[in-house]
């Protein structure tokens, strides 16, 4: 498929994880792929597995305003256009508000929703002359509570509802907003959890398919909503949990 040529897509926290493959997914489609991160060595490594010509670094932390309007100006500088947004950077921390401090809520604000509000509101005017779209990569902790992740349940359920919000606010203005919830996926921000045998039976116990994802299977649903295959898509905040999300939470009988 190359449903993407020509096409600009911008993804956040695109160093690793499911951010460097939605990265990787969009270039195998033919877009022009602007990798967006903190870390210039993490953007380069994934820049590596890409087409030089299609792949542009662009380190800059999302969390400061300003610095999110000057990467939306060169983008549209460099490339005359901007199409598709993915806002994929983010962050979390454990603990009741009790055991946290207050620098850890703002830490994860500032990049989980702060982060999606900046990008989303410099990249929506070239978004509107595009007939673009925005994937925000929420959580199935956007969608419920989790014990001891209140914080981060915080933060990913406004982006979850934010994006209803901007469904609304610019779908008659031809952009599409739309969320994936992504359930337990391999990355380096859950290697702590991976490594934990008894924490990761008990994730196989919830998960019907008996695993967490694969990065490359969020990005191929990404991927999905941002193309014209999802076009009458809007507001979505759809779970990519190997079907968690199926249960009512009630202890297996059978």
């Known amino acids: 498929m190359n449903r993407f040529v020509g096409k600009v897509v911008l993804v956040t926290g695109a160093g690793s994880g499911i951010g460097a493959a939605t990265a990787r997914r969009f270039a ?3 877009a ?3 990798l967006v991160g903190r870390t210039k060595e993490k953007l380069e490594k994934v820049a590596q597995t890409l087409p030089a010509e299609i792949s542009y670094v662009y380190p800059a932390d999302v969390s400061n305003n300003q610095a999110v309007e000057r990467l939306v100006k060169d983008v549209v500088s460099k490339y005359g256009r901007f199409d598709v947004l993915v806002n994929n950077a983010g962050t979390a921390t454990e603990g009741k508000i009790t055991e946290v401090g207050v620098e850890d809520w703002q830490k994860v604000m ?8 900046f990008c989303s509101r410099s990249a ?4 509107i002359k595009q007939k673009g779209c925005i994937v925000n990569v929420s959580s199935v902790s956007g969608l419920g509570g989790d014990w001891g992740m209140s914080i981060y349940n915080a933060a990913k359920g406004a982006v979850t509802n934010f994006t209803r919000a901007l469904a609304m606010d610019f779908g008659e203005e031809g952009v599409r907003v739309n969320a ?3 359930s337990l996926t391999k990355s380096e921000m859950t290697e702590d959890m991976l490594g934990n045998a008894a924490l990761m039976a008990s994730f196989k116990e919830r998960i019907p398919l008996g695993r967490p994802a694969e990065p490359e299977e969020v990005a191929d649903v990404i991927a999905f909503l941002a ?6 898509v809007n507001g979505v905040n759809l779970p990519v949990d190997g079907g968690l999300s199926a249960s009512n939470g009630q202890p297996r009988q059978a």
């Open 227 to 232: 193309s014209e295959d999802a076009r009458f």
């Open 28 to 30: 195998k489609e033919g």
């Open 32 to 34: 022009y792929v602007v």
């Open 124 to 127: 929506l005017p070239e978004l």
């Open 180 to 182: 994936v919830c992504p």
């Open 110 to 117: 500032s990049t989980d929703l702060d982060g999606v509000f």
